[in-house]
């Protein structure tokens, strides 16, 4: 018998003598907060919590608006290299940010000077796909950009979103991608990089980073 | 303080001995009672700010008692759907066959070295000492699983491995294994593991991971961290093998959200970790990550597990070490001692359960049955009640035939214990034996006499009976009153 065949034959063989079966809880989950309208509420909350896990959020109203704060934060942190994922996004505020060598995303990081310029970045540059309120969390859908390096191997990550992306909660989020098909990595980050390893003292930026930028660009706002 | 590296089945034998040396180690005793003491009051700020917490329990409970009655049909279910995501899967009966599945994958993509995030399933089987043993170098790449490894020795606490460790002595590790200069700041540690394991990284041919919940209907799972290293070993690598008990899965996507709000707040106190990583699938052409994914499903004893409703629950447990940091022995005593991958009340129920109730006979017997446990467990696993199950089991077997003697002396103590009037004529006769018992070195003597004494004071304290009865005073009391 092949070990798949007998690791299900000795489940069945022990669940054999069940004759009553639970039922699998239905409905909403508990804890979340679906009712978080108006829109300004959601993105209050999803400030306040992406601030509470140690993320640094700028709530900008027009296009011109992002481009100038990022160009600020290159001036400000000293960035002149910048991996940015390939979101097409990304190209006109790439335009205005300054003196940067900017390194683009690929599919490949084994060739070494790939690798190399990518672990040499000051900083990563991506968009998110979507906001949870909730928790302050950013989702990373691999599909739609090649951001899976540029938002963790660098020690700073600036990350665009759009306002009309922030959902609620988790429940909102996870169903979002019920309808639409999962893609190959979806990636959830919640401020900065962090571990408690050592007498349970708070460091960031252990393997990924320790400053997460937020541009929310909120156009009705 | 040393603590060697432990070959876990040859010394589940010695857990008296190694409880009593860890008792005599205060510096240990002083680490964990402030380690464990911060992460319960972080996990009670976390839970009380949850209204309806008590909810969340309720439905992660039933939610894994449903999955675990039909576990078959949703392990064909996530295996289906993974391999429509073009996820390889394999199953594996035993440590051994799990063991031989990643070296052949490690041997086939030509890997040398392999970076592995943070897996208490690899652990169980002992994966790491496999891999080196045929030639490969495995680097563990959570902080601190990074300082255990280092010293050769093994997790002590399921979310905080190096929770025994002090700062100066992590220091003066990586100081003489790294040849780094001596330090005990923490940011400056972590930066030093930082720069070396991104060397690691940038050449390692194959990453392992565990994960913390696959599921049925999408064939996907996720995995939960804080560091970043998981991502890092899970995106650079070509190819990503991820070791997975076959009780981690879980019906549907939707599922997801309960346990996302009871895990972190449970484990560090979190309302969610940094990161969250659900993995359905190699990449894409063109994409970026591993061409590779593995998902290798370990029974290892679980199946054992299902027979009833009560050991089904064990199965249930998500490992948030939630349990570890209220638990008045472990906090006592810590990780090492109990000598058994899990350690803590749910290790001291599922080693048992995994590997025999000969071999680890000592921990259903290594708790006080307090509870604390219970209240904390977030999908409501009853830890007393499997533990006293387990010590039942224990006593029919051959391992507890020594205790004949402390049965005999219960079964006289339920007779006098059966009525009133018996129980009163015990007292008395206690009572008429006081002066005797009060004389200097009466009880070491009596001890003597009576071998069952001896055994019970080995560890307690003889106490004669008081010179008036509870039920004498109360009589008094309430002829007073009226």
């Known amino acids: 018998m092949s070990a798949r065949d007998e690791c299900l034959s000795r489940i069945r063989g022990q669940l054999a003598g069940l004759s009553s079966f639970t039922e699998l809880p239905q409905g909403p989950t508990p804890g979340g907060c679906p009712d978080l309208d108006p829109r300004e509420k959601r993105l209050a909350l999803f400030s306040e919590r992406l601030q509470a896990s140690g993320g640094q959020l700028h709530h900008l109203h027009s296009d011109q608006a992002v481009a100038e704060r990022l160009a600020q934060l290159v001036r400000e942190l000293g960035l002149t290299r910048i991996a940015r994922s390939d979101a097409t996004c990304l190209d006109p505020l790439i335009v205005t940010a300054g003196d940067v060598e900017w390194i683009c995303a690929s599919s490949s990081v084994k060739e070494v000077p790939q690798r190399k310029s990518l672990f040499e970045a000051h900083a990563g540059l991506s968009s998110a796909q979507l906001g949870i309120a909730e928790t302050g969390t950013l989702v990373l859908d691999s599909r739609v950009e090649r951001h899976r390096l540029a938002s963790l191997v660098p020690p700073v990550h600036l990350v665009v979103l759009d306002a009309a992306k922030v959902v609620a909660d988790l429940g909102e989020a996870l169903a979002h991608f019920e309808r639409d098909e999962l893609p190959p990595t979806l990636t959830l980050i919640t401020g900065p990089s962090r571990t408690a390893d050592i007498e349970l003292e708070l460091v960031v930026g252990v393997h990924g980073p320790r400053d997460l930028h937020v541009l929310l660009l909120d156009p009705r706002g | ?482």
């Open chain 2, 1 to 482: 303080m040393s603590h060697p590296a432990q070959d876990h089945s040859a010394n589940l034998e010695s857990f008296p001995e190694n409880a009593r040396r860890a008792l005599n180690d205060s510096q240990l005793r002083g680490a964990l009672r402030h380690a464990t003491g911060v992460i319960d009051e972080r996990r009670g700020q976390a839970v009380e700010r949850v209204a309806c917490w008590q909810e969340l329990r309720e439905r992660a409970k039933t939610l894994k008692a449903a999955t675990l009655e039909r576990l078959d049909h949703w392990l064909e279910l996530f295996e289906r759907n993974a391999i429509a995501r073009g996820t390889q899967v394999h199953w594996a009966r035993d440590a051994a066959e799990a063991n031989a599945i990643v070296a052949r994958l490690a041997a086939d993509a030509g890997a040398r070295t392999l970076v592995k995030s943070k897996s208490m399933t690899t652990e169980e089987i002992g994966l790491n000492q496999h891999l080196e043993e045929l030639g490969h170098r495995v680097v563990e790449t959570d902080l601190g699983e990074y300082i255990i490894q280092l010293a050769g020795e093994t997790p002590s606490h399921i979310i905080v491995p190096a929770i025994h460790k002090t700062r100066a002595e992590i220091g003066e590790l990586f100081h003489r294994t790294l040849g780094v200069k001596d330090s005990k700041d923490p940011k400056e540690l972590t930066a030093i593991a930082r720069e070396r394991l991104r060397e690691e990284f940038a050449r390692a041919d194959m990453g392992i991971s565990g994960a913390n919940f696959a599921i049925a209907e999408t064939g996907s799972f996720l995995v939960l961290e804080n560091e970043g290293n998981a991502r890092l070993c899970t995106s650079l690598p070509r190819v990503h093998v991820a070791l997975i008990g076959i009780e981690k899965v879980i019906p549907r996507l939707a599922d997801l959200e309960v346990f996302l709000r009871l895990l972190p707040r449970s484990g560090t106190g979190q309302h969610l970790t940094s990161y969250q990583t659900l993995f359905s699938g190699p990449r894409a052409a063109g994409r970026e990550g591993p061409e590779e994914l593995h998902v290798i499903l370990l029974d290892n004893g679980r199946s054992a597990m299902l027979s009833d409703s009560l050991s089904r629950q064990a199965l249930a447990c998500i490992r948030c070490g939630a349990c570890l940091n209220v638990c008045p022995v472990y906090g006592q005593i810590g990780g090492h001692a109990y000598a058994s991958v899990y350690p803590g009340p749910i290790g001291s129920v599922i080693t048992p359960m995994l590997q025999g109730v000969e071999q680890a006979h000592h921990l259903p017997f290594a708790s006080s049955l307090c509870g604390a446990c219970r209240d904390v467990c977030p999908v409501g696993i009853d830890l007393p009640a499997l533990l006293l199950k387990l010590r039942s089991k224990v006593r029919q077997g051959s391992a507890g035939s020594g205790d004949r003697e402390q049965r005999r002396a219960f079964r006289l103590w339920s007779l006098a214990m059966s009525g009133p009037r018996r129980y009163g004529l015990l007292l008395r006769a206690l009572r008429l034996a006081r002066p005797l018992l009060e004389r200097p070195g009466a009880r070491s003597r009596l001890a003597r006499w009576v071998p069952p004494l001896a055994a019970w004071t080995a560890a307690r304290e003889f106490r004669p009976p008081a010179g008036r009865s509870f039920r004498e005073l109360w009589r008094d009391q309430e002829a007073k009153d009226s």
